[in-house]
């Protein structure tokens, strides 16, 4: 059993959980609600309507993404299904990264199928984001997905049961999204002026949220809603190569996630 078969056993299990279809209309839902916000015909661009979409999408995806993601993991232990697994030749790598795939896939074909009942009914309608605004909310949804569902991965090692990782899972998502802007002032408050920018720029790195959300605003034209503290930000993100090196930083955190999962479960692995 390899990596492509644990990848394609999670789809199914994937699409078997009651959890994945709960989050598919929720998130249709949800997708169908931003339309209601939208006065105009159709929205391009950085504006108060996009603003309320992505900070509505921000509150969602990463908690659906922590629990299923973290889920995933820790029923194979108390269902003892990876005592099943473990009499097969698998790698825990090939475990690891096969469980993060087929997860992936669930929850991209998720808002995949929520984008699209939106698309259509606003296209209908001739109320929705125009084409270069739509990408970028599908972009933004995306990255949320990949990268939170690396720390579910590390959630999902590290705890032994669904109650453990539901707490934890909130906790991460509490932190990292609605507790974020009040935690930051109150660090950098305590910082000599000369930190403050290297410090911010190190802790938006480790937010998935905050990082794939700034990403997102300066390519939507909002960067001079930031802030002079993310001038920097603003033009690496607006160069030519700016788009190759987000790219690059999220692989590089998904690979931490990753490794930093596989070496918690190989442990446990062999411990027993």
Not at 29 to 36: A, G, M
Not at 94 to 100: E, P, R, T
Not at 191 to 217: C, D, G, H, Q, S
Request: net charge positive; charged share 10%; proline share 3%.
């Amino acid at each position: 059993m390899n990596l492509l078969h644990i990848a394609v056993r999670e789809v199914k299990l994937g699409f078997r959980n009651p959890w994945a279809y709960s989050f598919m209309i929720l998130f249709t839902v949800f997708s169908l609600s931003l339309l209601l916000i939208n006065t105009q015909s159709f929205i391009e661009g950085y504006s108060s309507g996009t603003s309320t979409m992505l900070n509505f999408i921000l509150y969602l995806l990463p908690l659906m993404t922590l629990l299923i993601g973290s889920f995933s993991l820790t029923s194979e232990k108390e269902e003892g299904s990876w005592t099943l697994l473990s009499t097969y030749p698998i790698s825990t790598f090939s475990f690891i990264v096969g469980k993060y795939t087929g997860v992936a896939v669930v929850l991209l074909i998720i808002i995949a199928f929520g984008y699209g009942v939106t698309g259509i009914a606003g296209s209908l309608f001739g109320r929705g984001l125009d084409f270069q605004t739509y990408r970028l909310f599908i972009a933004f949804s995306a990255g949320l997905i990949i990268l939170f569902l690396a720390v579910a991965l590390c959630v999902g090692t590290w705890v032994r049961n669904r109650w453990q990782a539901l707490t934890i899972g909130v906790a991460i998502w509490f932190f990292a999204v609605i507790g974020w802007p009040t935690l930051l002032v109150a660090v950098l408050g305590l910082l000599p002026y000369m930190w403050i920018k290297p410090l911010l720029t190190a802790l938006t790195v480790l937010n998935p949220a905050e990082l794939v959300r700034l990403f997102v605003v300066v390519k939507l034209g909002g960067g001079s809603a930031l802030g002079p503290e993310y001038y920097e930000w603003v033009r690496w993100i607006q160069a030519p190569s700016g788009t190759v090196s987000f790219l690059a930083i999220c692989l590089i955190w998904v690979s931490a996630a990753i490794g930093l999962a596989h070496w918690v479960w190989e442990r446990g692995r062999v411990r027993g």
